[in-house]
Each structure stands twice: as C-alpha cells, then as structure tokens.
C-alpha cells in the first residue's frame, strides 16, 4: 500500500511540475539552468522594502552592499574595499573597489553610494531598517558625503557596534547600492540594476522567478565566505520554482525537474537518505527553537515553576528526536554559530528532577494546568510541545497544548496573549541581536519574552561598544541573568537542510539559511 501511494504521490508531483513547466533537461557540461525550489512566491524585488525570507534569499543574488557577512557572522568588504572608523566612532570612511560594474554596464562611483543611502533614509522607500538608523533606534545617519569618486564618509550621531551589522544584514537588503535605473522617474520602483553575479531575468507571479547571470560581474578575489568573498556565475540562469508542497518538489528533484531542494523537513531527508543519484546538505543554523513563558502570568511569574520546567528536561533527547541527529542542544540565547559563543554560553540546564519537584512543592504548585500553544506548519515546534509536555508529567507538571495555525499563533505571540507557546525565531546574525528579539520592556513590547531592567541596561551598552572583549564580557552577564530568571527555555538551533542532484557541483550550505547559487555549476 506505502508503495502504491508513493507512486500516486510522484505522479501527481510529476503533473504538477509538468503543467507548471519544470521539464526534466539533459545535464549540461557547464553553463544553463540551475533549477531550485522556493516553498512560496516572493514579495517584490525591492531590497529590504516589501520582503520575507524568500524575498531576501532571491534578490540577493542581484544585490550587494558595502560590506557583507562572512560565515563565522563577523563583518568583511563587498563593495568597500576597506574602512576606517574614527576614534569616537562616529565617523566611517569607505574606499570603494574600482572598476565594479552595475547590470546596465555603467560602473559603480560613490555618487551611487549616496544615491542608495538617500533613497534608504527617505520614509517613503519603506526601508526595513529605517528606524535602526534614523534616530530612533540606536544611532542616527547624520550624513553620506561622496569625498571623490571611490571613497563614501558616511556620520552618525553616536558610535555603535551594530553599524556594520545593520548594513549587511539580509533583511536590509543588504543596503544595497542600486543604480538609479531601479527606479522610473517617478521614483517608484522598477527592477533592481545592482552589481550582484545575477541580474533579474522574469518572474511570473505564482510560478517562478529566473535571474540571468551577469557576464560583466566583478568577482571579489577571496574564497567564497558568507554574503561576501567571490561570487561567480557559473550557470547562464537561476531559476527558483515555487512548490508549496514537499512532496512536490522531492517528486521533482527525483526525476531531474529540480536540481536543489532546500529547507527540507527532517521526514523529507530520511526519505532521500541513502539514493545514489541525490546528495544531502546538512548546515549547522542559527534560529532558535524553544519554549517560550509569560512571566506576567499569575502562576508562570513564579522564577521557581519556570525553573522546574526547565529542570525535568532532557534537552539532548527532545532534539535528538526532533532533528533525528543533525542538531545539537543549546540552551543559550546565542546560537552555537556565533563567535561569541564560548564557555559561558556552554551552560545550561541539567536535568534534575529531584529539585525540579522540590521547586514545585516549594511553590505550592498544585497541579494548575498550563496551556502551552503550538502549531503543525513547523514540525519541530509541535514535537517540542509533545515531548515537553511528555516530561513535565513525570515531575507533575500538567500541560495542554492548543494547536492554531501560524498566523493566530504569530499573532497570539505578538500581543503577549499566551501562558506558554513552543515557538520558533529566525536567524539573527549579530549577538545584541539575538538577545533584542527576546529582551524588552512588556508594557510597550508585548512580544518580548524577558522584561528585566538590568538586561535591558546589558543589551543596550553591548550595542554602543565596538570592544569584542567588553561586548563578550556584557553577553557572558546576559546569558547568566537569562538562565537564572527562565523567560524561555531554548532547546537547540537546528540546522540547514537541502538535497542537491548529484550533477550539483560548488553548493555549500552555511549558518544562515538561504541558498546561494554563486560559485555552483551543472557538471
């Protein structure tokens, strides 16, 4: 019977792709078409504006910006050849590489450069991260002046560690440096004419967006590293199919219609295991998967109850049966990836149920049911729920867990309208990131799930120091407080998945988990 509705499964998978014009091609010696899957249509092509993930991971293909992130999440050049910061911090000089082309053949000047920030800063671009860098958020752009041709002096009116950061983060866009083509002449945006190894080749909406490789395209000379290093086009085109279903697209990478399916689910790859004609990629990444408490609730406020929780844990064996072996616990706020990630971090909790229970006596905890949310479109946040829910009856602990979907979820979470929720955040490539999306005042941030005043103090002075050794003395403080006061319990960081045909040849997975398809040929 399993055999017979696979077969109905690939056949239907197989129609699918065939109505929506995936057709299996002959493997190529170099050049053509690399075809991958996308679980959803992108937004726009605007960089950092109208945007998700999938947005994200396409358009920056086509995009660069000054500086990039490297693979250990530090911060290296794209654009900028080099930079200096002056020694209050405030002001940063970058000299350009020469000689960089845009995709309509005009080459890349520091006019450019001033031309992009501005669009960046005007509200009415939508910018992402406008508020970073407008003043209300931890420093505020007070000038980009083009000094000559190659060199950008750009002011802000305080110094922070997390410039740089911000500039190269993906959801940005990477504040990308965008010819002015890229805009009509009303300003509204038409198609990005950025510098990346790929230009924008069609997108038809619900089906798929192809990009044509740039033959003019000035390759940084290191190693590929990140979002940085070189970049080169190895296929004529790129083209990401969006397929909802899994099934889907695993049919299409089985009979050569797909050449790369990332972001696979756990089921999807012990499937694959094992076949001759498909490799595996398994990346470690940096989103946190965890359970999260509302520490104003009348019976979780109590330190002592979270802790218990937390102590009847097995951590390694709920993610050794969740990730089936391709992730590692951590119970820190800093994923495992970070350069920031030591000894410290390294400490979590232990099972202990002996003083699990004792806590719960001590709290006159008396069986009070706690409601505990979770949701089916992420696997591995409803499995977290029923393991966790498994181990806190052995110290008697009672947890009932209501399913919603995503979006009453995302919702339910953003308001603080929970007791406690398994939960899942993507990644966040700097450390005063990782801890911001947890830490904040309640009363105007119901989202945040840690309100406590010193964090706040911590969080804020690890984002205005540019010392690596004081900020990792300010996060080792920050990792100690969050363990003692329990806001949420993190359980492991998971890790990239993707099968690739065995005709795939350059691709490499990395912490943050989107493709790139520079560097990746069709043999």
Known sequence: MRRIDRLAANLAAGLTLALMGFVAAPAEAGGGTLRTRMNADIRSTDPGTNRDANTDGVVAHMVEGLVAFREDTSIGPMLAESWTISEDGKTYTFRLRSGVKFHNGATMTADDVVWSFKRWLDPATQWRCLTELNGKGFAKIEAVDAVDPQT???????????????????????????????????????????????????????????????????????????????????????????????????AGLLSGSLDVVASLSVPDLDDLKGR???????????????????????????????????????????????????????????????????????????????????????????????????????????????????????????????????ATQLDRYNKGDYQAMAFVYSARLDPSLSFEMLTGPK????????????????????????????????????????????????????SELAALRNNVKGYAGWLFPQPRFWGVSLQ
Not at 193 to 217: A, C, H, M, S
Request: hydrophobic residues 40%; aromatic residues 8%; positive net charge.
């Open 443 to 494: 009363a105007t941030q119901p989202r945040k799930v840690w309100d406590n005043p010193q964090a706040h103090e911590l969080l804020r002075e690890s984002m205005l120091t540019l010392d690596a050794a004081k900020r990792q003395s300010l996060f080792d403080e920050l990792h100690r407080r969050f363990i003692a006061d329990v806001p949420m319990i993190v359980l492991y960081n998971g």
């Open 152 to 250: 950008v002096v750009i002011k802000l009116d305080q110094p922070t560690a997390l410039f740089l950061g911000t500039l190269a983060r993906p959801d940005c866009g990477q504040t990308a440096i965008i010819h002015r083509d890229s805009v009509g002449p009303d300003g509204k945006w038409v198609a990005p004419v950025g510098t990346g190894p790929f230009k924008f080749g069609e997108w038809k909406r619900g089906q798929y967006i192809e990009l044509v490789r740039f033959n003019d395209y000035s390759s940084r000379t290191e190693a590929r590293d990140g979002y940085t290093g070189a970049k080169t086009g190895e296929v004529d085109r790129v083209r990401f199919n969006f397929i909802p279903d899994s099934s889907a697209a695993k």
């Open 276 to 406: 001759n004609d498909v490799r595996l990629s398994i990346t470690p990444a940096l989103g946190l998967t965890g359970i999260l408490m509302q520490t104003t609730d009348p019976l979780l406020r109590d330190v002592r109850i979270r802790r218990a929780l937390a102590l009847c844990l097995d951590t390694k064996e709920i993610v050794d049966v969740i990730t089936h072996g391709t992730a590692r616990p951590n119970n820190s706020a800093l994923p495992l990836g970070s350069p920031f990630y030591g000894a410290v971090q390294a400490e979590g909790y232990k099972q202990n149920i002996a003083e699990a229970k004792r806590l719960l006596t001590e709290a006159g905890y008396k069986g009070q049911p706690i409601k505990m949310i979770a949701n089916k479109r992420y696997t591995n946040v409803f499995d977290s729920a029923v393991l966790v829910q498994a181990m806190a009856e052995a110290v008697g602990l009672k947890i009932d867990i209501e399913v919603l979907d995503w």
